[in-house]
């Protein structure tokens, strides 16, 4: 029995859209690029569910032109800054996340970054493909190794534990800062020493984000920030880019305050700061970090498992915490 309007805002699995079509109507876009703000409102008068990615922003505007009905937003992405959390919740409406599925598949991309920057991967197939000159030599493009650094990772979640653990298996030493402690059996597992931030900015070879974007992490890395860091430290973002000033970390790596960066998220996607696109110790790739198959297809079902749920009156699996 159908239970209702469905907007999806994006592009999913077939099979996910099946299961969402046995309890609702769909609405999709007819092009797979992301919805304007005008489309959206167009698209959900009468929702009872959306189904959205982090390109959508949704509030009381896509609230009230939804109307009553609407039963619950299910963002397929773990991070929720795209979503005005308390006005939905304070209009009853269920807000989901898909926390726990893209774990591993966004740690493997950031450690790839990690890897690509301090090894200077682009920067070798930038060479090889603009067909310069080169031959073996013992001093030849060398990079950074792994083994005895100290990886600093800053919120040591799901995903910055799944980075910790990356980086003992490469013989790294993990400390990390973060609002609460992580549990005992965590800290001990990764051999995990936890500091006050700024400690961890001063000490750590690697630094890697995996906090939420929230108003506290805004810039969480600016100009200060980037100024405690050793001049041989290098920055991973994977979170989201608004965490780090942009502008800030352009300056500390033309200057050569920094040793490199690995960046998956920007600060105004789909732009790049035009200054890191020049640079070759900034390793880069656009928003990837869960963007597998596998992860994609985890993240759609666990999205319409939670429609699934909340239009058959039943909790929602998981709510944003
Ligand atoms: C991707 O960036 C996500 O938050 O899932």
Redesign the pocket.
């Known amino acids: 029995m159908s239970r209702g309007r469905i907007v999806v805002t994006a592009e999913l699995p077939g099979t996910v859209l099946d299961s969402l079509a046995e309890v609702g109507e769909l609405w999709v876009p007819a092009e797979p690029a992301p919805l304007a703000a005008a489309e959206l409102l167009a698209a959900v008068p009468g929702a009872r569910a959306i189904v959205s990615t982090?390109n959508d922003r949704i509030g009381d505007e896509v609230a009230d032109a939804a109307g009553s009905g609407l039963a619950i937003v299910a963002?397929?992405?773990?991070?929720?800054d795209n979503l005005d959390v308390e006005a939905l919740r304070s209009r009853g409406v269920a807000v989901t996340?898909?926390p726990g599925v893209?774990t591993e598949a966004?740690a493997d991309l950031a450690f790839g970054l990690l890897l690509s920057v301090t090894r200077r991967l682009g920067e070798g197939e930038r060479l090889l493909r603009a067909r310069r000159p080169w031959s073996f030599d013992l001093g030849f493009m060398l990079g950074t190794g792994l083994t005895g650094k100290r990886l600093g990772v800053v919120g040591l979640g799901r995903i910055g534990q799944a980075m910790a653990r990356r980086a003992l298996a490469f013989g790294m030493e993990v400390v990390y800062s973060g609002r609460r402690r992580a549990p005992l059996a965590v800290e001990r597992e990764l051999r995990a020493t936890h500091l006050p931030f700024r400690q961890v900015l001063r000490t750590a070879d690697v630094v890697t984000l995996h906090c939420p974007l929230t108003a506290q992490t805004h810039h969480l890395i600016d100009a200060a920030a980037l100024a405690d860091m050793k001049r041989s430290a290098f920055l991973i973002n994977?979170?989201?880019g608004p965490v780090v000033d942009e502008a800030a970390l352009a300056d500390a790596l033309t200057e050569g305050r920094l040793a490199g960066a690995g960046l998956?998220?920007f600060e105004h996607e789909p732009a790049v700061e035009p200054r890191l696109l020049g640079l070759d110790n900034v390793a880069l790739s656009p928003?990837l970090?869960?963007a597998t198959v596998e992860t994609r297809t985890a993240?759609a079902r666990l999205a319409a498992d939670n429609v699934r749920a909340v239009l058959d009156g039943r909790p929602p699996l998981t709510p944003v915490s």
């Not at 963002?75 to 929720?80: D, Q």
């Open positions: 982090l963002n397929v992405a773990v991070g929720h996340n898909a893209l966004t994977t979170t989201r998956d998220v928003h970090g869960s993240m």
